[in-house]
Nanobody
Framework: QVQVVESGGGLVQAGGSLRLSCAYSGTTVGSSTMAWYRQAPGKQREFVAHVTSGGTTDYADSVEDRFTVSRHNGKNTMWLEMNSLKPEDTAVYYC???????????WGQGTQVTVVWGQGTQVTVSS
């Protein structure tokens, strides 16, 4: 049975970083695409990034300059390095494995990423 498992989600302040991991097991595929999708509350699931077994990557416009996707074929693992996180990046992040060797794409259960504003700092200017 093919399994896809995500990890690495959490709570982070705006401007911070997180690294998500996705690993699959139970199959050996000759070529595949591993992708990240995300779904925020009340919104449809949307594409974030993908990487093929040949190393080709693609990103959604909203994350292209901030996120980096990579994979290690020998370890059946993909990562998503997320920098300069914004509150609008808050979502459940899902990993998807697809391949001509599989009858259907396999999704993981998702990992929650929550980005919050910091408490701020008081600035007082006096004359």
């Amino acid at each position: 049975q093919v399994q896809v498992v995500e990890s690495g989600g959490g709570l982070v302040q705006a401007g911070g970083s997180l690294r998500l991991s996705c690993a699959y097991s139970g199959t050996t595929v000759g070529s595949s695409t591993m992708a990240w999708y995300r779904q925020a509350p009340g919104k449809q699931r949307e594409f974030v990034a993908h990487v093929t077994s040949g190393g080709t990557t693609d990103y959604a416009d909203s994350v292209e300059d901030r996120f980096t996707v990579s994979r290690h074929n020998g370890k059946n693992t993909m990562w998503l390095e997320m920098n300069s996180l914004k509150p609008e990046d808050t979502a459940v992040y899902y990993c998807k494995l697809s391949s001509p060797w599989l009858t259907r794409a396999i999704w993981g259960q998702g990992t929650q990423v929550t980005v919050v504003w910091g408490q701020g700092t008081q600035v007082t200017v006096s004359s």
